[in-house]
């Protein structure tokens, strides 16, 4: 199992930066997959972007394309989301999740991710 805290969320104005990190904890992080996940109010969960265990493999949602960066440090037990060019549709929670990916084949399947944490706020002033 792993358990996963963010940090990193706050209040930006409309075209400024933030970075998220994600701490798991456990000694397997390397087997896992992770994710970054966002939910607005009155909206659906939605998928923000991924990389596979090795960081090899990384996906993004359309929204975030060229904005966002997903990446992680296998040493350190920790993923980060890297946000550029921030704007008010960004505003959300934001989720990390993770799903244990030996075979790398589990990665880019959403609705595999099973482990969350327990989210951190991002604000996008306009």
């Known amino acids: 199992q792993v358990r996963l805290v963010e940090s990193g969320g706050g209040l930006v104005q409309a075209g400024g930066s933030l970075r998220l990190s994600c701490a798991a904890s456990?000694?397997?992080?390397?087997?896992?997959?992770m994710g970054w996940f966002r939910q607005a109010p009155g909206k659906e969960r939605e998928v923000v972007a991924a990389i596979s265990r090795i960081g090899g493999g990384t996906m993004y949602a359309d929204s975030v394309k060229g904005r966002f960066t997903i990446s992680r440090d296998n040493a350190k037990n920790t993923v980060y989301l890297q946000m550029n060019s921030l704007n008010p549709e960004d505003t959300a929670v934001y989720y990390c999740a993770a799903v244990y990916d030996p075979y790398g084949t589990r990665w880019s399947t959403w609705e595999e991710y099973d482990y969350w944490g327990q989210g951190t706020q991002v604000t996008v002033s306009s």
């Open positions: 456990g000694r397997t992080f390397s087997y896992y997959a």
